[in-house]
């Protein structure tokens, strides 16, 4: 969990989605086979490689794809 305050001006995940428009069309951030797919797998994840956070889980989901 991220303790530390965002930076000014920063948006976090659920903003993102909205101005991207990725609200109900994600598949989620658990694994759903791709036979049970009805479209291409994708997903948002909140990353930052300065405080080593987030990017592991995104790289996890990205390799049950793969």
Partial sequence: MNLLPNKNGACGEEELRHYFRLNGR????????????QTRPMELFMCSVKQKEGYGEAFRWLSNYL
């Fill in 26 to 37: 994600t598949t989620g951030k658990t694994y759903i086979p791709k036979e049970k797919l």
